[in-house]
């Protein structure tokens, strides 16, 4: 049966009712500006261009089949989500889910979690496209220099996001044509005109040195690069009010992005491994860009020149894209009361339709937290660090929970099920998330300072405690009286 765009929009508002809300966003995101979203966010070119160095010199050049075996585990994340979201296509992602699923204590902390990984990789984005620039203009990256590049990009963004979810739609669903096609276009260039190894290179593990013998340890560390570039799907449910007939649509868009995303960052990353001419000048540290390296060498200057331009491009599109999502998690919680400010957080504006005042607050936060490395550059980094494992503790927040709604005899009822699978992938899911979570926060460097080796879990166990004793002492979850922990007793 085929539905129209208008009978769509009034059945979301009639099933976004029943589940306890009334909503002021414009359903305007069509499937592929949905997908486009969370295409934006994961963005395989940041994350490749920006961490392929450090995974070669940790794993050499089987540090590509972590692109695979990342993309598999978080394909079990994503399909728990999509159950998740058709049911409960809520504004906010995240928290809404969790507390449907599991009660207002648990979404609120999974909540608090997740807003500040966002706020620290939108941080990281921002200060992350310095470099690049100064490589397209002959400047020296400094510190100040990367901080005023990071505040404008973040007052941009803001604006752009403030104009609304059409355009904010549109710049999206550009940043995606122009981010796949420049990694169809520069992998394949690279792989015809400008490869130096051959395909056996991918097994070879004898540029790493393993004095155990075991090349696992190596490996697990070079996985770190693909494991900072798998999400961002979950982006796609958390604008789950702007989009028609949501609880079809966003799943799909949540596995298009980890097929199609996943796809990219896997085509791009084998076109630069087998484009390095020198790999021992690379692992030795001789050779510290590699990227930079081998695309001068194939395109010369103004080919050079191209690439950064629409890596700029995915730059901004990707901030954009965590703006919007982290805005729209701020607030749902506040449309429930549940965050100091409530009154303010929640107002949106009659003529864009977007929550204004969770748009700005959404882009001070990174902007402060950019700011602090003109004086703590270590810290910082420790901060933005926090970003990846933060996102995954609140991913499996998610996937725990839907497990243990599943126990108490919740069976998923929106249109996208995974049916008698549903137990399977999502123990499945957990067991990978944790695993992952226990391999980004594993000490790997024992001769460096006590921060490059437990910074991630000290900031992560002080984003924790914070949280739970502003939980304890403010209460906020006995504010406002939308539905909570009541999955289980939901059926179709």
Not at 270 to 280: A, C, E, P, Q, R
């Amino acid at each position: 049966m085929t539905i129209n765009s208008d009978e769509a929009v009034d059945q979301d508002a009639a099933q976004l009712k029943a589940l306890g809300y009334t909503s002021h966003f414009e359903r305007t995101m069509s499937k592929w500006e949905n997908f486009s979203l969370g295409f934006t966010y994961l963005s395989p070119v940041v994350g490749v261009y920006t961490i392929f160095a450090s995974a070669f010199v940790a794993g050499g050049p089987p540090m590509w089949w972590t692109y695979l075996g990342v993309g598999l585990g978080q394909l079990m994340v994503c399909l728990i989500f999509g159950e998740i979201v058709s049911q409960f296509p809520i504004s906010g992602g995240l928290y809404p889910w969790a507390r449907r699923l599991t009660g207002k204590r648990w979404a609120w902390m999974a909540g608090w979690v997740y807003a500040w990984a966002l706020c620290c990789t939108m941080a990281g984005v921002a200060t992350g496209v310095a470099p690049f620039l100064a490589q397209l203009f002959g400047a020296e990256s400094t510190p100040i220099l990367t901080t005023v590049i990071a505040f404008v990009l973040i007052a941009i963004t803001t604006i752009l996001n403030l104009s609304g979810t059409r355009l904010l739609a549109r710049v999206a669903m550009f940043g995606f044509i122009c981010e796949l096609v420049g990694a169809i276009v520069v992998g394949g260039y690279l792989l015809l005109f400008a490869r130096h190894q051959p395909l056996s290179v991918l097994l070879d593990t004898s540029y790493i040195q393993h004095g155990s013998g075991n090349y696992l340890p190596a490996f697990l560390a070079s996985a770190l690069a693909a494991m900072f570039c798998y999400y961002g799907f979950e982006a796609c449910g958390d604008v789950a009010e702007e989009t028609p007939d949501a609880s079809r649509m966003i799943p799909k868009a949540m596995r298009m992005t980890i097929y199609i995303g996943g796809a990219a960052a896997s085509w791009v990353c084998l076109s630069f491994v087998l484009s390095i001419s020198d790999i021992g000048a690379v692992i030795s540290g001789k050779d510290k860009d590699p990227i930079v390296t081998l695309l001068r060498a194939a395109m010369g200057e103004v080919g050079f020149r191209a690439v950064i331009v629409v890596v700029l491009v995915s730059f901004m599109s990707c901030l954009l894209s965590l703006q919007a999502a982290a805005s729209r998690l701020l607030f749902a919680y506040a449309r429930d009361q549940m965050i100091f400010g409530s009154q303010y957080l929640s107002r949106m504006s009659p003529k864009t339709k977007v929550p204004v005042v969770a748009l700005v607050v959404m882009g001070a936060i990174p902007a402060l937290i950019a700011l602090s490395a003109l004086w703590l550059q270590d810290a910082i980094n420790t901060i933005i660090s926090f970003a990846a494992i933060g996102i995954y503790i609140s991913f499996q927040m998610i996937v725990l929970g839907a497990l243990i709604a599943r126990a108490k005899g919740w069976r998923p009822a929106g249109p996208f099920t995974l049916g008698a699978w549903g137990w399977t992938v999502n123990v499945i899911a957990l067991a990978y998330g944790i695993f992952a979570i226990i391999n980004m926060a594993w000490p790997r460097s024992p001769n460096d300072p006590w921060y490059s080796n437990y910074g991630m879990i000290v900031t992560t166990i002080g984003v924790v405690v914070l949280g739970a004793l502003y939980m304890t002492t403010a209460r906020p979850y006995e504010h406002g009286n939308a539905p909570a922990g009541d999955a289980h007793r939901l059926h179709a």
